[in-house]
């Protein structure tokens, strides 16, 4: 079963979405530039930041997958890794940037994953951007909260990129008989953008002294 979501797909077949097949390369070049960001400010072997870089890579591939293969498999391969980031990053910055008790953290991420999971169950709405509304919420209350008390724009930087890449998935179908190459594929270059925003506010501002041999 070949699932029609965006604009581009006028059909079945591996290549009836090309340009939102190619776009998600922009995801790669984003775990590059954070897995590069990481080494240059000492925090490489950072697992944390590690395993946010390897799902920002499963991220550009499965959504690849999805627009080329369009089926429920690829679509599950779509949507994952993208949970699975939001959810470690969450975990990450309530740990090490907030500094709350893991007990408090693990619950804060369950109200998170609930919340996701509940606004999922009306994908009609917002050509199922609805889904992403708790991230946008916690991006912005992140943000503001990386402004007032450390002078970091990097996550309000992401809530204000995320704002628009939410809002070119949600006019994609609209503006179908305008523009029939769609505008998803606008959301995967923002997106990649975020991500990367997200992996740096869990960074130094500068490279980490180096320990003496």
């Given at each position: 079963?070949?699932?029609?979501?965006?604009?581009?797909?006028?059909?079945?077949?591996?290549?009836?979405?090309?340009?939102?097949?190619?776009?998600?390369?922009?995801?790669?070049?984003?775990?590059?530039?954070?897995?590069?960001?990481?080494?240059?400010?000492?925090?490489?072997?950072?697992?944390?930041?590690?395993?946010?870089?390897?799902?920002?890579?499963?991220?550009?591939?499965?959504?690849?997958?999805?627009?080329?293969?369009?089926?429920?498999?690829?679509?599950?391969?779509?949507?994952?890794?993208?949970?699975?980031?939001?959810?470690?990053?969450?975990w990450l910055y309530l740990r090490r940037r907030a500094a709350v008790g893991a007990a408090?953290?693990?619950?804060?991420?369950?109200?998170?994953?609930?919340?996701?999971?509940a606004s999922r169950t009306v994908p009609e709405l917002l050509n199922g951007s609805l889904?992403?509304?708790?991230?946008?919420?916690?991006?912005?209350?992140?943000?503001?909260?990386?402004?007032?008390?450390?002078?970091?724009?990097?996550?309000?930087?992401?809530?204000?990129?995320?704002?628009?890449?939410?809002?070119?998935?949600?006019?994609?179908?609209?503006?179908?008989?305008?523009?029939?190459?769609?505008?998803?594929?606008?959301?995967?270059?923002?997106?990649?953008?975020?991500?990367?925003?997200?992996?740096?506010?869990?960074?130094?501002?500068?490279?980490?002294?180096?320990?003496?041999?």
């Amino acid at each position: 079963m070949t699932l029609d979501l965006y604009c581009e797909r006028l059909g079945p077949g591996l290549l009836a979405e090309p340009v939102n097949a190619a776009t998600n390369a922009a995801f790669l070049l984003s775990a590059l530039w954070i897995r590069t960001r990481a080494r240059r400010l000492g925090v490489g072997g950072d697992r944390g930041i590690a395993g946010l870089t390897a799902l920002v890579v499963a991220i550009g591939v499965g959504s690849a997958l999805f627009h080329t293969f369009a089926t429920p498999w690829a679509l599950l391969a779509d949507v994952l890794p993208i949970l699975l980031f939001q959810l470690l990053f969450l975990w990450l910055y309530l740990r090490r940037r907030a500094a709350v008790g893991a007990a408090v953290a693990q619950v804060v991420v369950s109200l998170f994953l609930l919340a996701t999971l509940a606004s999922r169950t009306v994908p009609e709405l917002l050509n199922g951007s609805l889904a992403y509304a708790p991230t946008l919420v916690v991006v912005l209350l992140l943000g503001w909260r990386e402004l007032r008390r450390r002078h970091r724009p990097e996550l309000l930087a992401a809530a204000v990129v995320f704002s628009l890449s939410l809002l070119m998935r949600s006019v994609d179908q609209l503006l179908c008989p305008w523009l029939p190459v769609g505008t998803h594929l606008v959301w995967h270059l923002l997106n990649a953008v975020v991500l990367a925003l997200a992996a740096a506010a869990l960074m130094p501002h500068s490279p980490r002294p180096q320990s003496a041999p």
